[in-house]
């Protein structure tokens, strides 16, 4: 079992990035195996901000290899901005950032059809990001997407025009202005520059690599609530966001998987539209909001911030299979003299600890109270020096959620982090 799954919790914006960065240097690979560039990974280094939204988080650790993987929707004028940055940083890719074969394409007309169909909804609509991911996985498992093989294939131009008048024909049967003539040409262009890039076949070169004894860290994207079968659906992503996904995004079998890393914040955010239990919108939710610059690292909308949700992170854990959770932002809560966490649901009048087929306005939160512990987090690095009363909601945490928490973020840079 050479392979680690690192996913969200709760509904995106955990803080994966800087687990991933943290964790990078165990592992001799880093494959992102879902999402596309709807997810935003932030990493701080040496207090610069660095947000990634296709390419694997290991990037800035030299001599590790990043695999986007075929469970990943790619567009390329996006990863060719991700590309300047780095060269800007001067982290070299060259070598060590690889493309799946099986990966899919965005095409400029996804994106137009995804806003098309996100307006037509009206209040009904479910907050997408407008990147295309949605009609792009349609597209996949109608069985008439673009991958990243066909690039390279003589007939690709044929593939895109078949595809790009399906989208156009679509789009009739809407009442939407657009024109792509400019992101096509960037994207045309941004797709001449990605044939540089390694192409592999995901399944065997990451099966030899683990026949080497070379471990590797499947980096999930967006949160286990917005999972497309378990999430609170209709307002989730469009592909799989837990564990599970991990062995079709990339190729490998689930007995090769040893320990999953699940990511949560201390408190809980939610960007988009859908239902949001323990979110508050009143003083508290806007103090979570400005202490945790809690903006969407994609789209740069306001997140809706409340408590943390133990029903709903409890649930995560189970069907993710969770060995151990990564705490992130504890710092956040420095300054509140009461935490609360949503331990049950009032639901038809009834107390429940279960995540509910469909949530509704109807629901009730239940909230256990926290005694805050009021001191700055900054400089501590040994978790026997944390003040006990965060002690104490760690440990409150770990019962209910019968899941051991093995760090604790205690800021923003990559070395502020406590291992339990």
């Keep these: 079992m050479n392979v680690d799954v690192l996913i969200g919790l709760q509904w995106g914006d ?29 990493l701080v280094v040496n207090g610069e901000k ?55 394409l965005i095409l400029p007309t996804h994106k137009v ?23 792009t996985y349609m597209d996949k498992t109608g069985r008439n997407g673009l991958r990243v093989g066909d690039i390279h294939s ?3 131009l044929e593939k895109y025009t078949k595809l790009k008048e399906k989208h156009l024909d679509l789009l009739r049967l809407y009442d939407f202005e657009f024109d792509i003539e400019a992101e096509e040409k960037n994207w045309f262009k941004s797709i001449e520059r990605i044939k540089a890039l390694k192409v592999v076949s995901s399944p065997y070169f990451l099966n030899e690599h683990i026949k080497k ?15 497309v079968d378990f999430g609170t659906y209709p307002f989730v992503t469009s592909s799989n966001t837990i564990t599970a996904a991990a062995c079709k995004g990339l190729g490998i079998g689930p007995n090769q998987i040893k320990d999953v890393i699940g990511i949560s914040k201390a408190y809980c955010t939610r960007v988009g539209a859908g239902p949001f239990p323990t979110g508050q919108y009143n003083e508290i939710g806007e103090k979570l909001r400005v202490i945790g610059h ?21 649930f995560a854990c189970i069907i993710n299979g969770v060995t151990q959770i990564a705490l992130t932002k504890a710092d956040v809560l420095n300054d509140f003299d009461e935490i609360e966490s949503g331990s049950s649901y009032t639901v038809n009048g009834k107390e429940t600890k279960q995540v509910p087929f469909e949530m509704t306005d109807e629901l ?31 440990t409150y945490l770990e019962a209910y959620l019968e899941t051991p928490i093995s760090m604790v973020s205690t800021g923003p840079g990559r070395k502020e982090l406590i291992l339990k």
């Design 14 to 42: 955990e803080g994966k990035g800087k687990i991933v960065d943290f964790l990078a240097p165990n592992y001799e690979i880093i494959a992102r195996f879902q999402g596309g560039p709807n997810a935003g990974h932030t």
């Design 50 to 104: 660095i947000v990634l939204h296709t390419i694997p988080s290991g990037i800035l650790h030299k001599n590790k290899i990043n695999l986007i993987g075929n469970g990943v929707v790619i567009n390329p004028t996006t990863l060719c901005e991700e590309l300047d940055k780095l060269d800007k940083w001067n982290v070299s890719y060259a070598d060590n950032l690889l493309l799946a074969e099986r990966g899919h």
């Design 113 to 135: 059809l995804d806003a098309a169909s996100e307006a037509a909804k009206g209040k009904a609509k479910i907050g997408s990001t407008l990147r295309g991911i949605g009609p």
């Design 154 to 156: 003589s007939d690709f």
């Design 213 to 227: 004894g070379h471990r590797i860290l499947a980096e999930g994207a967006q949160g286990s609530m917005l999972d």
């Design 294 to 314: 809690e903006f969407g690292a994609t789209t740069g909308r306001e997140r809706g911030c409340g408590w943390i949700d133990l029903v709903a992170l409890k």
């Design 364 to 394: 009730k939160v239940n909230y256990t109270s926290h005694p805050g512990w009021k001191q700055s987090l900054e400089g501590i690095t040994e978790y026997k020096d944390i003040p006990e009363k965060l002690s104490n909601y760690v």
